[in-house]
């Protein structure tokens, strides 16, 4: 069994386990209860998600949404450099698919280019330009 398979599996299995209790308490009449601490993209996914499994979801946030990582990154849904190993970019690229997703679920606006980065030596610009190389070739590898 390939990697994706597996890890597909994985995520069916963790997934089967969760939309089941929330099925067996709809069932009993009464919604599954969960709180979110953090209202930043990812918190709002996982929410979203829930509550569309059935789930009666609470998001709480210290200060506002998306007012801390989300804001302090740009909500950036992904980081394009050095996503190493191979096996920890390709998890990384399943998750972006996930985002594609889920911009076409909800006709989401989002901007899907564009990085900025700046390094002082020659040698790290050259590094980054092989490391970007080497995930490009890597995207060719994955099968969707």
Do not use: C
């Not at 990697?3 to 069916?12: E, G, S, Y």
């Not at 929330?22 to 209860?33: F, G, L, P, R, W």
């Not at 709180?35 to 569309?52: D, E, P, Q, R, W």
């Amino acid at each position: 069994m390939d990697r994706r398979t597996r890890l597909k599996l994985m995520a069916a299995t963790a997934l089967a386990g969760t939309s089941a209790q929330i099925s067996a308490s709809a069932k009993n009449s009464s919604k599954e209860k969960i709180l979110v601490v953090g209202a930043g993209i990812i918190g709002a996914s996982i929410a979203y998600h829930l509550a569309k499994a059935g789930a009666d979801v609470t998001i709480i946030d210290g200060l506002a949404p998306a007012s801390h990582a989300s804001q302090g990154t740009f909500a950036w849904i992904n980081a394009t450099w050095a996503k190493q190993p191979q096996s920890y970019h390709a998890l990384n690229q399943e998750s972006v698919s996930g985002w594609g997703r889920l911009q076409n679920e909800l006709g989401l606006n989002i901007r899907w280019g564009g990085s900025l980065e700046w390094f002082g030596s020659e040698a790290r610009q050259n590094t980054l330009a092989l490391q970007i190389a080497e995930q490009i070739a890597w995207v060719s590898l994955l099968r969707y």
